[in-house]
């Protein structure tokens, strides 16, 4: 037999899959949910060690099925409390996972694909390319890597109180595997986390954050990081495609979806000169007010602030604190919600928009080959 590939992982089956691959071994439903704990609640990944599930049933899991999180290739700790996992997915492909806590509650910043196609001119990850997507195994075990880490214990012990899907990668391009892992964070035989404590951050993919809103029910977050089209094109490229108006729509139609009262979080990294001046902090008030009128409520719009964040070969800096909280109280003279995002962890490169994993690029990849080939030269793997 050839390795594993022909066992499931049970990683990549949330509650209904689970229910279907135990009724398909001819087992009831609460076989399943007896797994699951085991996996979720106490870490246990040997069927051997499942003391309640039936001898006969727990060989035939083996037979057929495997629980196998991603491998830990290092981990680090920040002397703020942060910690970074760089956990490898497949050979050359690896990913970073990151847990912040902070006062009582404790949040992880989970990578979603190997890399990112999109291009963010000030993001890290950019450089790297896009190699794939995750699988819901490689998402989820990102959360139960953390959560056995921290000795979490859903419903005694709440130590991982939060995910957020701002780690690597675009997670509304890898729909189905990131809408099957939140729910596995949610469901109280999975991690039981709240539904507005999970949080999916986008650069704005329009189409998707409607089917988002029909599939799913967790907190949105939108990646701005510009008041206008000229600035935001520049910046995000992909605002080329989904302008600002036609994400503000769709943002709209996603709170009217849910409970009233919450809100649409936009992300705006504050860059030394690019899109830190008073004009566009008024700028980007009137937009948050147009949106809050729109969507019917005040407080609709939350904006959080990031200060800018350095990577080696980046051509951006770091607004300085000072132009950060005159940006922030133009904000909140207007009536915008407007908070400041601390950072965290970046004395071990955990901050947002440093995280690199390892990417094996395969479009930049193929290319370098084209070109080494096209100089006569003889091609070699990156
Ligand atoms: N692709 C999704 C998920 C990644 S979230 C998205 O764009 O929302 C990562 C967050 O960190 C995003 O808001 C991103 O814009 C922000 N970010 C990226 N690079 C950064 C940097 N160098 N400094 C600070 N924030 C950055």
């Not at 490229?237 to 979080?265: F, S, W």
């Not at 919600?337 to 690029?361: E, P, Y």
């Amino acid at each position: 037999m050839t390795g594993n590939a022909s066992l499931v992982n049970l990683f990549d089956l949330d509650r209904t899959a689970m229910e279907a691959f135990f009724a398909e071994l001819g087992e009831k439903r609460f076989r399943a949910h007896q797994v699951m704990k085991w996996i979720y609640h106490r870490h246990v990944t040997d069927f051997g060690q499942m003391t309640d599930v039936g001898k006969a049933l727990r060989a035939r899991l083996e037979e057929r099925a495997e629980i196998r999180p991603p491998g830990v290739l290092y981990d680090k700790a920040s002397a703020d409390g942060t910690h970074k996992w760089l956990l490898g997915m497949d050979a050359g492909n690896a990913v970073e996972t990151v847990f912040i806590p902070d006062r009582g509650r404790g949040t992880l910043c989970v990578s979603s694909q190997v890399g990112c196609g999109l291009n963010c001119q000030f993001c890290s990850t950019a450089t790297q390319g896009f190699n794939r997507n995750l699988s819901t195994a490689e998402i989820i075990g990102q959360v139960w890597i953390a959560a056995r880490h921290l000795g979490n214990r859903p419903h005694i012990e709440r130590r991982l109180t939060n995910v957020v899907m701002m780690g690597m990668g675009e997670p509304l391009l890898n729909f189905d595997a990131v809408v099957r892992a939140m729910s596995l964070m949610r469901d109280d035989l999975g991690f039981g986390l709240a539904n507005k404590r999970v949080t999916l951050s986008t650069s704005g993919l329009v189409p998707m954050i409607d089917r988002l809103a029909e599939e799913s029910d967790v907190a949105l977050a939108v990646s701005l990081h510009a008041p206008n089209d000229a600035l935001r094109t520049e910046l995000i490229p992909l605002n080329r495609k989904y302008p600002i108006a036609e994400l503000m729509d769709a943002c709209v139609r996603y709170l009217a979806r849910k409970r009233r009262g919450e809100a649409v979080t936009f992300e705006y990294t504050l860059m030394k000169g690019v899109n830190d001046a008073p004009e566009h902090a008024r700028e980007l008030a009137a937009l948050m007010r147009a949106f809050c009128n729109k969507a019917q409520y005040a407080d609709a719009a939350k904006v959080n602030l990031i200060p800018f964040n350095p990577f080696p070969g980046t051509r951006f800096e770091r607004s300085d604190e000072a132009t950060v909280r005159a940006f922030q109280k133009i904000l909140l003279d207007a009536g915008v919600l407007t908070t400041v995002r601390r950072t965290r962890g970046d004395d071990i490169d955990a901050a947002c928009g440093q995280l690199k994993g390892q990417v094996m690029d395969r479009t930049r990849r193929q290319a370098s080959f084209r070109r080494q080939l096209e100089k006569g030269e003889r091609p070699h793997a990156a």
